[in-house]
């Protein structure tokens, strides 16, 4: 139980800073309320891709919205985030991010469909992970297993994405304290898919990205502003 305190209250420290500065910053205007963004036509590039995984933990609130800014607002594939939060905050880091970005952000729920040109946050207590019917992808919340270090696990989502979706995959590991997402991104680059890991220079902790690239699970290790830049690419975009 310690060792889930200790991660918990590094990443609730940065989402009560970020507002600090935030609100501190912006002065009163940042009180006012963000109409939502208007409904997005689908997107009209055909990716070769079907799923974007990102996993991330401490420094990552501000590393998760950096390469979503990156990407844009017409994205072919659905992207789904795992973010080590306390339970209670990830709705509110969804809502910030739908407001702060042209990509639509929310956060997931249970059995709910993946939808290109969205972005899904994994809900704080609960595994999230990737399965596929007749109608495509969607998502499964389960707090089993119980006894993971993290709740939600990003190699619990990175594992079901080899499973599900395989070499159709683009994964992202970035910033955070810890190995978890290295195992399922080893098993992604096992399946064939395009695996990328932020560098050290740019990580506020260069752990979990670390722990990838010493499983030669990474295909390329980047800085965090090259990273949504490099995707594009893969996706087609440029």
């Given amino acids: 139980k310690q060792r889930y305190s200790l991660v918990d209250f590094q990443a609730l420290g940065e989402v009560l800073i970020e507002k600090i ?4 910053a912006a002065g009163p205007r940042a009180r006012q ?5 208007a409904p997005l036509a689908a997107p009209a590039v055909v990716s070769n891709y079907e799923l974007m995984v990102i996993g991330a933990s401490t420094g990552g609130p501000p590393a998760v919205q950096r ?7 017409r994205v072919p594939v659905p992207v789904v985030v795992v973010q080590h939060m306390p339970v209670g905050f990830t709705r509110a880091f969804a809502e910030r ?3 702060l970005l042209p990509l639509s952000v929310r956060e997931v729920s249970d059995e709910e469909r993946l939808l290109p040109g969205s972005a899904y946050i994994a809900p704080a207590g609960l595994h999230l992970v990737i399965d596929r019917d007749a109608q495509g992808l969607f998502a499964r919340l389960s707090p089993r297993p119980e006894d993971s270090r993290h709740r939600p696990s990003v ?10 979706v395989g070499a159709r995959t683009v994964a992202i590991l970035l910033t955070g304290m810890g190995t978890d997402g ?3 991104m080893a098993r992604l680059a096992a399946a064939g898919a395009f695996t990328l890991a932020q560098d050290r220079e740019t990580s506020v902790i260069y752990g979990m990205p670390r722990a990838a690239v010493e499983l030669n699970a990474a295909r390329a290790s980047l ?7 490099r995707v594009r690419q893969i996706l087609g975009l440029e």
């Fill in 155 to 164: 190699d619990g989502l990175f594992a079901s994405a080899a499973s599900r």
């Fill in 182 to 184: 290295a195992r399922g």
């Fill in 223 to 229: 800085p965090l502003d090259s990273i949504g830049g």
């Fill in 33 to 37: 309320a963000v109409p939502p963004p």
């Fill in 97 to 99: 991010l739908n407001n």
């Fill in 21 to 24: 500065v935030e609100v501190t």
């Fill in 67 to 73: 390469v979503l800014r990156d990407l844009g607002e």
